[in-house]
């Protein structure tokens, strides 16, 4: 027992020696000047550099429906499959829309044949007219002088306006005719870009993704069979309102993907949205209320690549740290 007190009051003259005393002063000093030399640090790149983690790749999503009805027949596509613009996709059963485009042609060619034989009456009524009436002003003359009777008169009278009447029914039946061929024209056109609709093709280059569609499903008008995600990706970030003072477009960002890390891309700034992200919500805040508490509003900021990113795997979603250079 008095050896272990011996030795507490032997440490307890170690620490009282100038030297521990100088150590332990020391320790404090040197965190507060590594503190204060990350605070200064912090504030000047902070001063030059805003950032955020509200940030998100975004990317076009195209949703590719059918144009008409009908069963799958041929399906060229898989799950993440990548395709070219103008390759086809998919194909649905035509023979329906082929018979009808058939039977619509039939119909035309009908028409125009009957087209002709109404044409044919319009030139003869119209020279039978023209004989009625040279007839009729010669009767009216003689009947005028007395040389012919009104019998005469009187009948080529008839024959006359019975002549107009033939011409007015034959000039709208040729009328009627050529509606008639109009409507079928029309048809004919429908039924071909309906025979077209059968065979989708890629209106973009991307991938495919959310197939929901198989050989042999009946498909109807305006279903999603699946999306092509184009190769274009682009960051939106939301930053603070306090935050976009200095921030203009074509300004440097250097742009951080969780996905890859330390892996540093680089970009620039688009453009800023006209409105904050609440005020262009569906269903924007009313303020003027008397619960109201004020929020830091946040900015959507569009953020482009500005070097080939074809060789990552960067898709709509991914969660991104954006840094834009503002001074």
């Known amino acids: 027992m008095e050896e272990n007190k011996q030795a507490e009051i032997n440490n307890i003259k170690e620490d009282n020696r100038p030297e521990f005393k100088k150590k332990r002063v020391f320790v404090p000093i040197v965190v507060f000047i590594i503190f204060f030399i990350c605070a200064i640090f912090y504030s000047i790149h902070n001063y030059y550099y805003k950032s955020t983690d509200d940030a998100f790749v975004e990317g076009h999503i195209i949703t590719v429906s059918p144009r008409i009805s009908g069963i799958v027949t041929n399906l060229k596509i898989e799950d993440n499959q990548e395709v070219k613009k103008g390759d086809l996709l998919l194909e649905i059963d035509s023979n329906d829309y082929r018979v009808k485009l058939m039977q619509s042609e039939a119909k035309l060619t009908e028409a125009k044949s009957m087209l002709k034989v109404a044409n044919n009456d319009v030139e003869k009524t119209s020279s039978e007219l023209n004989f ?20 005469e008169y009187e009948e080529s009278q008839t024959k006359f306006t019975t002549a107009q009447a033939n011409q007015k029914s034959a000039n709208a039946k040729f009328e009627e005719i050529n509606a008639t061929i109009k409507r079928l024209e029309a048809e004919v056109e429908e039924n071909k870009l309906n025979l077209s609709y059968t065979k989708i093709y890629a209106t973009n280059d991307g991938l495919i993704t959310n197939r929901s569609v198989e050989e042999g499903n009946y498909v109807q008008v305006a279903q999603p069979m699946f999306s092509i995600v184009p190769n274009h990706m682009w960051i939106v970030a ?90």
């Open 132 to 151: 009625a009436q040279n007839d009729f002003d010669r009767y009216k003359k003689m009947y005028e002088k007395g040389i012919s009777s009104k019998q």
């Open 238 to 327: 939301n930053f603070k309102e306090t935050q976009i003072a200095n921030m203009k477009k074509g300004q440097n960002v250097t742009i951080k993907i969780d996905t890859y890390g330390t892996k540093k891309f680089k970009g620039k700034v688009e453009s800023i949205q006209r409105s904050t992200g609440a005020k262009a919500s569906l269903f924007p805040p009313e303020n003027a209320v008397g619960s109201y508490v004020k929020i830091v509003q946040r900015v959507p900021v569009k953020i482009i690549f500005t070097e080939d990113i074809s060789q990552y795997n960067i898709v709509p979603g991914m969660s991104v740290i954006p840094e834009v250079k503002v001074r």
